[in-house]
């Protein structure tokens, strides 16, 4: 995210240089990518092959990638309380317990942002390999303009003299990479957040379970008490936490979801359930205090019956159930699609 300038760095006041590159990125993005394939459509509709080439190879693709560069640069300065938040988390002096906590649920987001990156790369270098290689194979002097391109496009000039058509290809292939950059680090992104705020939720909930364990009664209730408020101010802190990745990025789960429904398998899952605090309450010694004093924890049982979750444009959860319910919608539209193409 540091590298197309929408990392949220708490601690940076100019912004000239980060805005630089992200216009830098969605310019060679729009010009060599979606763009040149948008205006391609209206050349080639009607031609369901061609259309169907645009639009899954790079269009819909490169406009989620552009979408989510856009979005995530939008709300940088959003994010950098959230970050602040991050950092300080690691910062604060933790038990052991607490700190295996944290490195588990880090090491799981390293993972996915390393094979996310990875797989990703790997995929758009192997697709643009091997579209160099038929473009080389094929007599060039026969095929129309747009064909000779890594991905077929329009533009408002003659590509075929070499150096144009190198210059443009090449053009191309910062646009791919550029996209897959954007593409990858945003969800990335989130799948970090999501994992260091569900670890901190399991820390807190430990915590909770420990409250009520002192048996011997060798703290006084206003200890208890103290703890508690610590908990309490600490919960509503985490909330504060999820609403934010919520709010910034709820339209761009709904944009993600429309332009590109296989993606939801690695979005579609509750982002967590809020009511695994008040099973801790529950889990807890509640049992070792006076009744009024466990009374206390019907504040955190009560708050937890609201359930926090990502959702697409504030109108849908990203579940499961909900990805099952779009891939059997696209399966559908996808048999549709093979009836049409049969009867021509």
């Not at 552009?66 to 910062?91: E, G, N, Q, T």
């Not at 944290?102 to 390393?114: D, E, T, V, Y």
Request: glycine fraction near 4%; include cysteine.
């Amino acid at each position: 995210m540091e590298l197309v300038g929408i990392w949220p760095e708490p601690s940076r006041s100019d912004q000239r240089w980060p805005n630089f590159k992200a216009l830098l990125f969605i310019f060679v993005i729009i010009f060599f990518g979606t763009g040149p394939q948008s205006v391609n459509l209206l050349f080639i509709w009607g031609d369901l092959g061609l259309v169907t080439e645009n639009l899954s190879t790079a269009n819909i693709p490169g406009i989620n990638a552009m979408m989510k560069l856009i979005i995530a640069w939008h709300h940088r300065d959003a994010f950098k309380p959230v970050i602040k938040s991050f950092y300080d988390d690691w910062k604060t002096s933790r038990t052991k317990e607490e700190k295996e906590t944290m490195l588990k649920r880090a090491k799981f987001a390293k993972q996915i942002s390393i094979w996310c990156s990875v797989l990703t790369l790997t995929m758009v270098t192997v697709y643009l390999s091997l579209r160099a290689w038929i473009i080389y194979q094929l007599d060039r002097a026969n095929q129309k303009q747009d064909r000779l391109l890594l991905y077929p496009g329009y533009f408002p000039f003659d590509i075929r003299p070499i150096g144009v058509l190198l210059s443009t290809n090449f053009g191309q292939v910062l646009a791919a990479y550029s996209a897959v950059i954007s593409y990858t680090t945003v969800d990335t992104f989130i799948a970090m957040l999501i994992m260091h705020i569900c670890g901190q939720f399991e820390i807190l909930r430990q915590k909770l379970r420990r409250l009520m364990d002192d048996e011997k009664k060798t703290r006084s209730v206003d200890e208890i008490q103290k703890e508690l408020v610590l908990i309490i101010e600490r919960h509503e802190h985490l909330n504060w936490f999820a609403t934010m990745i919520e709010d910034c990025f709820n339209t761009l789960l709904l944009i993600q979801m429309l332009l590109c429904t296989v993606e939801i398998c690695f979005q579609g899952f509750l982002f967590f359930d809020s009511r695994e605090m008040s099973n801790s309450a529950y889990e807890s010694n509640w049992y070792n205090v006076s009744p009024p004093e466990a009374k206390c924890l019907l504040f955190i049982m009560h708050r937890t019956a609201r359930p926090l979750c990502l959702t697409a444009g504030k109108f849908s959860t990203f579940s499961m159930e909900m990805f099952s319910t779009i891939l059997k919608t696209a399966m559908g539209y996808l048999s549709v699609l093979l009836t049409v193409t049969g009867s021509d």
